[in-house]
């Protein structure tokens, strides 16, 4: 069963500090990966988009990285800011059949404090 | 921007009545999905839907669900009979060519009593 963990579940950090947030998959046969944001008792936002042939992706200051051979991404945020308080998910879209939807991680809760 | 519109926002039923979510997905878009978001837990696959049929299910989508697409505009959920354990939050987004560019509906939070 492919599984996607995101570390840490929680992080609060002051305003302008740069971040970075994991994610992990556990089957390297991936059609792309995906970082959204969800605001409480919200949707999601598609954040940034990374094909599995690409390392990165930068949207201002955002910047995703994807390791395929080693099951990982990483979120940068830089000069965090507090609108930017969120939960921020990583999903997966695998290539290996079956179900060609999203699966998702548990997220990971981010406050900035101001 | 264009945006998927979903109704209601929340709706409470009791527990073995039939719910029907809708969903009016962005007008371009091909593929339609159904998420769901047990509160605390992480956002689940339900179904995807392409030219009039199901094109994947996972193993939460049993004989309870169905979906359709009445009149080429809504796409909606309809599940038989309500369980408490279908109490969460139900996600629709749609994609113009599947697999990426998803954009999601704010939800639908489904309370079963």
């Known amino acids: 069963k492919q599984e996607v963990t995101q570390i840490p579940a929680a992080l609060s950090v002051p305003e302008g500090e740069n971040l970075v947030l994991n994610c992990s998959f556990t089957?390297?046969?991936?059609?792309?990966l995906q970082w959204f944001r969800q605001d409480p008792g919200k949707g999601l936002t598609s954040l940034l988009l990374i094909q599995s042939s690409q390392r990165e992706q930068t949207s201002g200051r955002l910047n995703a990285s994807l390791d395929k051979s080693s099951g990982r991404s990483t979120l940068y945020i830089a000069a965090s800011q507090p609108g930017d308080s969120a939960t921020y998910l990583c999903a997966v879209v695998y290539s290996g059949g079956g179900a060609d939807g999203l699966t998702f991680g548990k997220g990971t809760h981010l406050i900035i404090q101001p | 921007e264009p945006e998927v519109t979903q109704t209601p926002s929340h709706q409470v039923t009791q527990m073995g009545q039939e719910v029907i979510l809708r969903c009016v997905p962005i007008?371009?878009?091909?593929?339609f999905y159904w998420y769901r978001q047990i509160l605390g837990q992480k956002v689940e696959f339900l179904v995807s839907f392409y030219n009039n049929e199901i094109s994947e299910k996972s193993e939460i989508f049993d004989d309870q669900f169905s979906v359709e697409r009445p009149d080429g505009s809504n796409f909606t959920l309809k599940i038989r009979s309500t369980k408490l354990e279908d109490s969460a939050m139900y996600f629709c987004?749609?994609?113009?060519?599947?697999?990426?560019?998803?954009?999601f509906g704010s939800g639908t939070r489904l309370t079963v009593v």
């Open positions: 007008s371009n878009h091909l593929y």
């Open positions: 987004a749609s994609s113009v060519q599947g697999l990426d560019g998803y954009t």
């Open positions: 089957d390297s046969a991936i059609y792309n």
